[in-house]
């Protein structure tokens, strides 16, 4: 059946986070679905992201707590890691989990294809390389899902020995003395606390003026000094003008600065759309300056029968749990059902670095900026029962509501937290400034006790006029 034209309701090029969302969601909804994948369904966030990354930052925290067992009165002596059996860990977790998505994707009767895709006009795709190369898929809608690679800096060749970008880290079986994270974004932050909690020391370079810039001021504020704290160099503000690699090592070469030496360099500077190759002639669909495909708030392409979702949205957020929000609206739009499209200023964010980061909704000063007179309130973590009894309570809540003629707070803008398991807590947050509720509705719900969640209810209240245990 190579050259023979099969027709669907659906053809999916890319089977990341935001492809087979759209596939599986389709074919729940009775539509004749095709997936067309490269590597493995699941993509970068299951096989070279999201989920490796968080499994070897789970094994530099269960070091971490052995290093200070002493404080429970356990006794250990000698905690070393053996990197590779976290790496072996690390596969049996992806392999599991890919083949869960695989086995949900056959049960729902999607047909997938091995191979690159190119989408051609009147929605026809073939499969221009892999096992299934010649196949030709006609949908009478199309979803790109393309994804994302990553991005490296001028001189800085990728050899996966000195010069690494996550592809390459998350299939290390050893790890450097120290290293040199570029960028100090959240990706990058992630890359510097798991190294330096397994032992290596760790320089993180960036060229804005602090890391993670997206975040709200106290937030990264807390984090700043966490990582300090904890031996981790931070340069901000800098301009890296090359390297020179010389026996297993290298020296990075910063404009009016020192060299900075290390043994491995990590370059976390962002992701860059997978769409060279992908659109053929006469789709109808359009490429911003930066290869990102443009979309409208229903994930509708310039062609009313292409969408796209993931990675390769123009102004995405590039959040695998974005891309399956976009999946959904974009197959309700598909359906015809009334659907609500994704607000990117209110999806959550999680930071798995120590001490971890989560928020949705408005910074302070972005609020400002949107010219709204802001009421906020903020409590640390310090007083929280739970974080006392776990022995880690460096962190804040801060939460920023409109502000009402009568001074008092209004409706939630933004929920910003840093702290212990803040990555688990967001989900109230989440509601609270998508449900746009007033600081009164929100704090009205009840937190258990003890928890690490009391503190975004303690904030609440403080927020609402009138604090238990913070003013």
């Not at 600065?257 to 500077?269: E, G, L």
Request: aromatic letters at 6%; charged letters at 20%.
């Amino acid at each position: 059946m190579a050259n023979e034209v099969q027709q669907f309701d659906v053809v999916v090029i890319g089977g990341g986070p935001g492809g087979y969302a759209a596939a599986l969601y389709a074919a729940a909804a009775g539509l004749s679905v095709a997936l067309v994948e490269r590597d493995k369904v699941g993509g970068t966030c299951l096989h070279r992201g999201c989920v490796p990354a968080k499994e070897f930052l789970e094994t530099a925290h269960v070091r971490r707590t052995l290093e200070h067992s002493a404080a429970f009165g356990i006794t250990t002596t000698g905690v070393e890691v053996d990197f590779a059996v976290s790496q072996a860990r690390k596969n049996e977790i992806v392999d599991r989990l890919f083949k869960g998505v695989s086995g949900l994707l056959k049960g729902r009767k999607v047909t997938v294809f091995a191979g690159t895709a190119r989408l051609d006009a009147d929605q026809t795709v073939t499969v221009v390389d892999g096992n299934d190369a010649g196949v030709v898929a006609r949908g009478t809608n199309v979803i790109l899902a393309a994804g994302s690679v990553p991005r490296s800096l001028p001189g800085f060749d990728v050899d996966g020995k000195i010069v690494l970008t996550s592809d390459e880290f998350l299939d290390l079986t050893s790890l450097p003395a120290t290293a040199a994270v570029i960028g100090g974004g959240a990706i990058g932050c992630e890359f510097a606390s798991m190294l330096c909690d397994m032992g290596t020391k760790v320089t993180i370079l960036e060229g804005l003026p602090s890391i993670l810039a997206g975040c709200d001021t106290e937030v990264a504020t807390v984090v700043q000094r966490a990582f300090k704290k904890r031996g981790i160099e931070i340069q901000a503000g800098v301009k890296i003008t090359g390297h020179t690699p010389k026996k297993g090592a290298t020296s990075i070469q910063i404009e009016g600065a020192d060299d900075v030496k290390v043994d491995m360099v990590v370059m976390s500077v962002g992701r860059r759309p997978r769409t060279e190759g992908l659109l053929g002639e006469g789709t109808g669909v359009q490429l911003d300056e930066r290869g990102f495909v443009v979309a409208d708030g229903y994930q509708r392409t310039a062609n009313a029968n292409v969408f796209v979702v993931g990675d390769i949205v123009a102004n995405s957020p590039q959040l695998a749990h974005v891309g399956f929000a976009e999946a959904i609206v974009a197959i309700k739009s598909i359906l015809g059902e009334p659907v609500v499209p994704v607000d990117y200023e209110r999806v959550p964010w999680a930071i798995y670095s120590n001490p971890e980061v989560a928020f949705c909704g408005l910074t302070e000063a972005a609020a400002k900026e949107k010219g709204y007179d802001v009421v906020v309130k903020k409590d640390p973590f310090g007083g929280n029962s739970r974080a006392q009894i776990i022995g880690d309570t460096d962190g804040v809540v801060k939460i920023i509501a409109e502000k009402r003629p009568d001074g008092t707070a209004g409706q939630i803008l933004g929920v910003h937290m840093a702290g212990p398991w803040v990555t688990e807590q967001l989900g109230a947050g989440y509601f609270a400034v998508n449900w746009e509720a007033t600081a009164e509705e929100a704090a009205a719900l009840i937190q258990p006790h003890p928890s690490l969640s009391e503190t975004f209810g303690e904030t609440l209240l403080a927020l609402a006029g009138r604090g238990l245990h913070v003013g």
